[in-house]
């Protein structure tokens, strides 16, 4: 260091810390040799908390607020250093400032499916996934047990074991709730208060609270959904041969025009075709001939998939697969884009769904790392 720098340094009698990076959440103030001027003025914003740590030694926490650093506001810091009230040499400590704020939209997510008991199904597995909040309680407790020495903490040296924590109690809140999974979705708020009070005592050892926890999403595996979209449909369906025919009908109406005139013309040759066979059953002296069997009609055409995008914690869509190689195209869908469609078993990246990975085969991926 210069030494006109270090001149410099010995008469900033300032500490105070802002930050716009969103996701810092302790900050060490660097001072030459950690000397601190007595008489310093320290300013400690809303939303942090200053902590003076003295020869590894945690002194003094502060507060929002402005404070000259003196013998008559520092006690503790003032019994470690046995200072007379003349004393004025400055003295060495490290500052470190803390965070307070909340932490925002932290995602969550169950990596395999949660096995429980359901009263109507039996044995089934779902998925979840959802957002919560972190907020710094105790900047004297977060510092001493997950910071350490770090100058720099951010919200990711940390949030991954959280999110372990949020995922094992609602795993196991999930599995003895005894809530039916057709329930589930109107109980999400309940579910997960009950997650957020049981990982409190948890995240409090680490000087942390959790203020909010969202549970976004509850799904189960594809061949359950698609049972009971099956379920569903025969329900509706009422008379199963009507069902099929209307279904028919409206995949060749959404087709178009041609289509439409295209069935318009089968119709008209199907009743020309009824009438020429009324009469030939009829006859021209009243005989009936044994009637025809009845010709089978073909299965309705494969229904196209609808698809959901899931982006900075809220959902849009549904958009057809011409839309998406577009939207991919344009650069709107990516590879790591999370997509879900009906009968999917939860949220996957498009690059992981067949259907969609074609999309992507005309550009090449991205480079690899340090290439």
Excluded at 98 to 118: E, M
Excluded at 155 to 174: G, K, L, T
Excluded at 179 to 184: F, T
Excluded at 276 to 287: E, I, S
């Amino acid at each position: 260091m210069p030494i006109f720098d270090f001149l410099a340094g010995q008469f900033i009698d300032v500490i105070h810390w802002t930050d716009d990076t969103r996701d810092t959440m302790v900050w060490r103030f660097e001072r030459e040799g950690h000397e601190i001027k007595y008489g310093a003025k320290l300013t400690v914003r809303e939303g942090q908390a200053a902590v003076f740590v003295h020869e590894g030694q945690l002194a003094d926490v502060f507060t929002p607020g402005l404070y000259l650093l003196e013998t008559n506001n520092m006690p503790i810091m003032t019994s470690l250093q046995h200072w007379d009230h003349g004393f004025r040499s400055p003295f060495k400590s490290e500052v470190y400032f803390v965070s307070t704020a909340r932490f925002t939209d932290w995602k969550w997510g169950t990596k395999n499916p949660v096995i429980l008991r359901d009263p109507e199904f039996g044995p089934v597995r779902v998925r979840a996934f959802g957002t919560y909040t972190v907020k710094v309680a105790d900047p004297a407790l977060f510092l001493r047990e997950i910071v350490g020495t770090d100058g720099a903490f951010t919200s990711d040296e940390v949030s991954f074991q959280i999110r372990n924590i949020i995922v094992q109690e609602f795993s196991r809140a999930i599995a003895q709730s005894g809530i039916p999974v057709l329930d589930m979705a109107a109980n999400t708020a309940d579910l997960g208060r009950i997650v957020a009070e049981e990982i409190s005592a948890t995240v409090a050892a680490y000087g942390l609270t959790i203020p909010e926890l969202y549970i976004e999403n509850i799904s189960l595996p594809q061949a359950v959904e698609k049972a009971l979209d099956d379920r569903t449909s025969r329900g509706l369906a009422g008379n199963l041969d009507e069902h099929m025919r209307w279904r028919a009908a409206e995949a060749l109406g959404a087709e178009g025009g041609a289509a439409a005139a295209a069935m318009g013309t089968g119709l008209g040759a199907g009743l020309g075709m009824q009438m020429g066979g009324a009469m030939a059953q009829t006859g021209p002296w009243g005989a009936r001939p044994a009637p025809a069997a009845a010709a089978v009609p073909p299965p309705p055409p494969p229904v196209e998939h609808v698809w959901h995008i899931a982006e900075n914690g809220s959902t849009h869509g549904p958009y057809s697969k011409a839309r998406l190689g577009r939207m991919a195209t344009e650069g709107g869908l990516t590879r790591d884009t999370m997509v879900w469609t009906q009968g999917q078993d939860g949220w996957m990246r498009a690059e992981d769904v067949a259907e969609l990975a074609r999309l992507f085969t005309v550009m090449p991926p991205p480079p690899p790392p340090g290439v």
